[in-house]
Nanobody, 128 residues
Framework: QVQVVESGGGSVQAGGSLRLSCTASGLSITDYAMAWFRQAPGKEREGVSCIWSGGGLNTNYGDSVKGRFTISRDNAKNTLYLQMNSLKPEDTAMYYC????????????????????WGQGTQVTVSS
């Protein structure tokens, strides 16, 4: 049984930083792209970032987080990360990790299609 578990969320003041982790079990993430999404109350789910199976510079970011968030992965640890800096109150949301069915992030990666495993989410709250 595949499980995807996020951790690292919490409460922070604006301008602060958090690092989210996402660990998969029952599945080797090596061959799959992975992504972070978020959803705030009353808002639609938003694609935050996506990283190809090989990692490195093969990444995509939503416009609202470019330059502030960094996605990375450690395939040996079967773990995905999201380093979030310069946090803003509008970053407040539940953050979800998802594994793609493919090794790459498609041009429409942010729409949430083509992902086969999702975590339960970790809450991030940024106060002003």
């Amino acid at each position: 049984q595949v499980q995807v578990v996020e951790s690292g969320g919490g409460s922070v003041q604006a301008g602060g930083s958090l690092r989210l982790s996402c660990t998969a079990s029952g599945l080797s993430i090596t061959d799959y792209a992975m992504a972070w999404f978020r959803q705030a109350p009353g808002k639609e789910r938003e694609g935050v970032s996506c990283i190809w199976s090989g990692g490195g510079l093969n990444t995509n970011y939503g416009d609202s987080v470019k330059g502030r968030f960094t996605i990375s992965r450690d395939n040996a640890k079967n773990t995905l990360y999201l380093q979030m800096n310069s946090l803003k109150p509008e970053d407040t949301a539940m953050y979800y990790c998802a594994t793609r069915s493919y090794s790459y992030c498609s041009v429409n990666w942010f729409q949430g299609y083509g992902y086969n495993h999702w975590g339960q989410g970790t809450q991030v709250t940024v106060s002003s």
